[in-house]
């Protein structure tokens, strides 16, 4: 797997939640959490094929922009909002984020680094817009809108005055993700909650 | 009879009919002493009698919603597309029950039928029926076939109300509920087109205040305006331009007397004609006050939420791009109301130039999106 916020995600979410996963894609992660953590959950995607892949995973999701501003969920009417590696592809991913912290009484929020090394070796070496395995677009056709590093999500919650519970980086594990995450990590994923 | 005989047709079907001879309680006040409901069912019922699906037709659908009547039967019913073997309703699963409500012109009790008391049509007289009318004769033709529960209740337009009505009404009844191209109530613009339709019906000097079958005629001319005002909004604006563009019908604009010109203006025309000559005025007027009427916020002060608060079941919302009639933003209404009060809920929106036939109409996505639904209501 390219993505190293998957397990980290499942380990987060406890039992028997509720979930809202927005930009659930095909529901991989929504079905995993139904599987494994008994979780009761909605996913919100815009893409037909995204959802109807999502349904034949038995889910239930809604056809929706959650960049409309998700007026339609309460304050505090789910236990977690998740936001897996869809950051980077809103317009305006600051709204979303102060949005979904009403909404949940926690969000989970990962996305890919783009303050990790090879991104910076590369753009400095190559004068091009860094493509990565997991990231293959080239920047003129690329979904990903909005490349944040560690230290910018963090400066934003901070501006926002979202307070983050926890920080685990892709490669938890290696001393230099954990010592340097803004420059090692090729992912976080992050525990946050209004302040 | 292109494919009745086709893997994913359910071939020839034949109509049942039962015969109820306990009072039906109407919202109205008033009381039909008796009736006839006229049915089809598709695929087998299982022995735990668990796979029994509800299917609601819409203003001028009846109980024919798949297969074919005879071999020289041209055209299948209504929702062909949908339901069949291998279908998204799929009848190698499912047993399908598709009734003709009560107020109908297609066989079961309506104002065309003749009543037992005047020993003639009912016309004028038939009551005013409702929704919530419809899902009580309902229940009881599923009583009368042995089920006490719908896998799912499923419908389109004024289906998806009936089924919404279902839900709140039965919820022990019904595990799934589909609610395509639906709205919680009308809008005043929906109204509106209703009422200009029943103006067109009750302006035809036929119409003899709707007891034109005691004079043996039929306020045609009316109807088959009814009917081209309702076509015209079940349709888009796209697709009428990609369909009929400004295309001249001899290839010049010839001032001949009250031929049609436009090539839209013959299909309307056409479409009106054919509609007066198979449909019921009385039950046009009937299906559409249903249509009116309906209004489930209502019950709680205009709180949707609330409204729907009792339902049990999972539901699918659909609504179509396009469709300008019962648009999608009322499927979201209908959507958000259900999240709100707690409810399992999927909605998509189909992307469609089709306008509110949408629904009827052969998609992909929608198919797909169906199909895959499906799964949940089989296990």
Redesign the interface.
């Known amino acids: 797997m390219l993505r190293g916020d998957i397990d980290t995600i499942l380990d987060w979410v406890k039992q028997g939640s509720r979930v809202l996963d927005l930009g659930c894609g095909d529901g991989e992660l929504l079905a995993a959490l139904t599987e494994q953590k008994a979780v ?1 959950g ?1 996913g919100l995607d815009i893409d ?2 995204n ?2 892949a999502a ?2 995973r ?7 922009n959650m960049e409309d501003g998700l007026f ?3 304050r505090k009417s789910v236990d977690v909002v998740i936001i897996a590696f869809s950051l980077q592809v809103l317009t305006r991913p600051h709204n979303v984020l102060d949005r979904v912290v009403d909404i949940g009484n926690e969000a989970i929020v990962s996305f890919p680094n783009f303050g990790h090394w090879r991104s910076r070796l590369s753009l400095l070496l190559s004068g091009r817009m860094p493509k990565t395995k997991a990231l293959p677009y080239s920047w003129f056709d690329t979904p990903n809108i909005h490349f944040c590093t560690v230290a910018d999500f963090e400066q934003l919650c901070d501006q926002l005055q979202i307070d983050i519970i926890e920080r685990k980086t892709s490669e938890n594990g290696h001393i230099l993700a954990k010592l340097w995450p803004n420059l090692f990590a090729k992912s976080a994923s992050y525990r946050i909650k209004r302040a | 009879m292109a494919d009745a005989k086709a893997q994913s047709s359910v071939g020839i079907v034949e109509p049942k009919s039962a015969f109820f001879d306990e009072p039906l309680y109407l919202k109205s006040g008033e009381v039909l002493d008796e009736y006839t409901l006229v049915y089809e069912t598709y695929g087998k019922l299982k022995a735990d009698r668990s796979n029994a699906v509800l299917v609601c037709h819409a203003l001028s659908g009846n109980h024919h919603a798949a297969g074919y009547h005879s071999e020289a039967d041209a055209k299948p019913g209504w929702w062909d597309t949908m339901i069949g073997p291998g279908k998204p309703i799929d009848t190698n699963r499912f047993y399908v029950v598709s009734p003709n409500n009560i107020g109908g012109c297609d066989g079961s009790t309506g104002p065309s039928s003749i009543s037992q008391s005047s020993g003639k049509p009912w016309g004028s007289l038939f009551p005013q029926v409702t929704v919530e009318d419809w899902v009580e004769t309902q229940k009881r033709l599923a009583e009368h076939l042995g089920i006490s529960h719908w896998a799912a209740v499923i419908g389109g337009s004024l289906g998806g109300m009936q089924a919404l009505e279902w839900s709140v009404r039965y919820p022990s009844w019904l595990s799934h509920c589909a609610v395509f191209a639906a709205a919680p109530g009308l809008t005043a613009q929906n109204i509106a087109f209703n009422e200009i339709a029943r103006q067109a019906i009750f302006s035809d000097p036929q119409w003899r205040q709707g007891d034109y079958a005691l004079s043996e005629t039929v306020p045609e001319t009316g109807m088959a305006l009814a009917r081209m005002v309702g076509h015209l909004t079940y349709m888009s604006a796209d697709k009428m331009s990609d369909r009929f563009g400004r295309e001249l019908r001899h290839g010049s604009f010839e001032p001949n007397d009250d031929e049609p010109i436009f090539q839209v203006e013959s299909y309307l025309r056409y479409q009106g004609s054919q509609f007066a000559g198979r449909f019921d005025a009385n039950t046009y007027v009937i299906m559409t006050r249903a249509l009116d009427r309906f209004d489930l916020a209502a019950r709680a002060e205009g709180n949707l939420a609330e409204a729907l608060a009792t339902a049990t079941a999972e539901f699918l919302v659909v609504s179509f791009s396009s469709d300008w009639r019962f648009a999608p933003s009322r499927s979201r209404e209908i959507t958000n109301a259900l999240l709100a009060s707690g409810k399992k809920v999927t909605y998509a929106d189909i992307e469609s130039d089709a306008g509110h036939d949408g629904f009827l109409l052969e998609d992909s996505d929608y198919m797909a999106l169906v199909r895959a639904w499906m799964q949940r209501v089989a296990s």
């Open positions: 009761s909605l037909a094929q959802l109807i349904v034949d038995g889910l239930c999701v809604v056809q929706q339609n969920f309460n």
